[in-house]
């Protein structure tokens, strides 16, 4: 399995930007996919997580209304648009899979244990 994150960058408070994570070496659609980031010093966190339709997203509630997770299941890729960034989510964003084949576990299965990580991504925001 690999994963691929792309779409970092140096950018001001206020901006926006889309980090994407292409998979390979699974049956995408089987997957519930993670963002997750890890700022300087501190401990790697949850971002947002989706199930494996796309029917199900969660987000951890620094980012609420301002981050947006998506999935193309035909491509292998998620997404995180990224919206209103503030400097305190500057970070290495990494993106993260696990098994998702019923669709029906709790919520919070959605927010840890993923089996598989991507590198990271850097995104810095300026304030």
């Known amino acids: 399995v690999q994963l691929q994150a792309s779409g970092g960058g140096l950018l001001q408070a206020g901006g926006s930007l889309r980090l994407s994570c292409a998979g390979s070496?699974?049956?995408?659609?089987?997957?519930?996919m993670g963002w997750f980031r890890q700022a300087p010093g501190k401990e790697r966190e949850f971002v947002a997580s989706?199930?494996?339709?796309?029917?199900?997203?969660f987000y951890a509630d620094s980012v609420k209304g301002r981050f947006a997770i998506s999935r193309d299941n035909a491509k292998n890729w998620v997404y995180l648009q990224m919206n209103n960034l503030k400097p305190e989510d500057t970070a290495v964003y990494y993106c993260?899979?696990?098994?998702?084949?019923?669709?029906?576990?709790?919520?919070?299965?959605?927010?840890?244990?993923?089996?598989?990580w991507g590198q990271g991504t850097q995104v810095t925001v300026s304030s």
């Open positions: 993260a899979a696990k098994t998702d084949l019923s669709g029906y576990y709790t919520n919070d299965y959605y927010y840890t244990d993923f089996r598989y």
């Open positions: 070496g699974l049956t995408f659609g089987s997957y519930a």
């Open positions: 989706i199930g494996w339709s796309g029917s199900r997203t």
